[in-house]
Structure formats: structure tokens, C-alpha cells
């Protein structure tokens, strides 16, 4: 028996019938391979997506980007950060980069909190993000909650929820670490050596808290009854509000923090 194979018109009354209303902001993760097999692949993916919006809706997604180089690499050799041509992060999955390639596509300037977003919001949603502390006050995080976005999971795994750095940045719990590298980023006088600073973000931000916590802070959203859930091709999907998801995972945190920081 031949696998199903779902099309764009099928995901989008898919995407409808989870939540998504045409004007959302939506800031989607996906998993290409949990969706099952898509006549079209990503591209078709996406059309769904902004069919469900429609024009008035704005995608956007967090595209890091993949450096292919090390710091004790020759300085000489390493390319300045491309903002246009810079691909996402190769572990966030071929949805985020097909769409950073998407036709009128624009990408904030941070290259490692970086966001890329099509439609009317856009340019407000990644103008001016800031370098430091790229995740907080003033980034496109900020806005997307401040803006009332919802989070898309398209069969990725809960624990994928990046406005949750935004959570931790916000968060008063103590211990949280900091980083420190350096980047090389066009400026005004050229190419520069530009020094980032910002609360880790390749595991939670304090020693004390659970490796999994992404994933238990959305698993506990969900089971308090918000967000909601449902079938987009093979997958099971969740839809999640940004404002309300942002105010339980900072709580989440301080109580946490308030049973096991030292």
C-alpha cells in the first residue's frame, strides 16, 4: 500500500481548521519529515502557510545561520556575515531556509538571533534588532509577542520553541550565564571584528535548570489547557499564543528557580 501523499490545498485547510487566521502574525518550526510525503515539498509547504494567512498575515521563522568556520580559523579567511546570502542554521530544517530564500523575504540583521519574515509586518517585525542581547527587549521577540504572534509547530519538536530564550532573558532568576564572541560584520567603516554579548542560548540559560526544559515548559502550557493541537499531514501539530506562552514559561522559570537555584 503506497504512502499518502498530501497536498498544499489539504495543508492549508489543515492549518485553518488548528487556528490560524488570515492576518496572524505566525512564527512557524517545522519538520519537513514528521508532515510525511508533501506533493511539492517545502515549497508547497509554504504556499499553505501564506494561503492560510493570507495578505494580511506575516510569516517568520528564526534562521540563525551556519558560519562554516572556527574561531582559531585563519581571521583572513573568514567571511563577512551576508545578511542576504547567509543560510539558516542547517538543524532548523529546510522550511526556515526555503523561507529566508521566499520571494520578498526579509532577514534581521543579528547573525545568530536572527529572523526572517515575509508579508505586511515584516520590515517592523526585523528592523533594528539589536546586537546585544539579541533575544530581548527591542528584538524582533519582543515585537512578535508585543504584536500578539502565535508559534507554529509543524511536527518539530517542542523543545525547538525559541521564543522561550526570550522567556529566560526576561526572567529574574539568578545564575543565568553569560556569553561572550565575536563576529565579523559589515559596518559603516567596513568589515569588523564586533563583540556579542548575550545570556547562553546552547543550553538553558542556568546550571540548575532541566536539559529538557523547552520541552517540559511547553508540555505544561499545553496541559493547562492552552494552545491547541492537531493533525497537519501526518503530523501532530501545535499552535501556540506567544503573549500567554511568554508569561507562563517566565513564571515557570521563577518557580523552578525558587525550588532549585543554589
Not at 499553505?48 to 574561531?71: Q, S
Not at 564572541?181 to 546552547?202: H, K, M, N
Not at 492537531?230 to 503573549?243: F, S
Request: glycine share 8%; charged share 20%.
Amino acid at each position: 500500500m503506497s504512502e499518502r501523499r498530501w497536498k498544499r490545498q489539504q495543508m492549508e485547510s489543515q492549518l485553518v481548521q488548528l487556528g490560524v487566521r488570515e492576518g496572524d502574525l505566525l512564527m512557524v518550526h517545522a519538520s519537513l519529515r514528521s508532515l510525511g510525503s508533501v506533493i511539492g515539498g517545502a515549497n508547497s509547504v509554504m504556499q499553505a502557510l501564506l494561503g492560510a494567512l493570507g495578505p494580511t498575515g506575516t510569516l517568520c521563522a528564526y534562521v540563525d545561520f551556519e558560519p562554516f568556520f572556527e574561531e582559531n580559523d585563519d581571521p583572513a579567511s573568514i567571511p563577512v556575515f551576508d545578511k542576504q546570502t547567509a543560510s539558516a542554521a542547517r538543524d532548523h530544517g529546510v522550511l526556515h531556509e526555503t523561507l529566508r530564500k521566499w520571494p520578498g523575504a526579509l532577514r534581521s540583521d543579528h547573525p545568530d538571533a536572527g529572523v526572517a519574515a515575509i508579508g505586511p509586518k515584516a520590515a517592523w517585525l526585523i528592523e533594528n534588532h539589536p546586537l546585544q542581547y539579541g533575544y530581548g527587549p527591542g528584538s524582533p521577540f519582543d515585537r512578535f509577542v508585543q504584536a500578539t504572534g502565535r508559534v507554529l509547530h509543524l511536527g518539530s519538536p517542542l523543545d525547538t520553541t525559541t521564543l522561550i530564550h526570550y522567556a529566560e532573558h526576561l526572567a529574574p532568576i539568578p545564575g543565568k550565564r553569560l556569553v561572550r564572541y565575536r563576529r565579523l560584520l559589515p559596518t559603516e567603516q567596513g568589515a569588523s571584528w564586533v563583540e556579542i554579548e548575550e545570556f547562553d542560548t546552547s543550553d538553558p540559560v542556568a546550571d540548575y535548570l532541566p536539559v529538557n526544559c523547552f520541552e517540559l515548559i511547553v508540555a505544561d502550557y499545553l496541559k493547562a489547557g492552552m494552545g491547541s493541537r492537531g493533525p497537519i499531514g501526518d503530523a501532530e501539530c501545535h499552535l501556540l499564543e506567544a503573549q500567554e506562552l511568554t508569561a507562563f514559561a517566565v513564571d515557570w522559570l521563577q518557580r523552578y528557580a525558587a525550588l532549585h537555584a543554589k
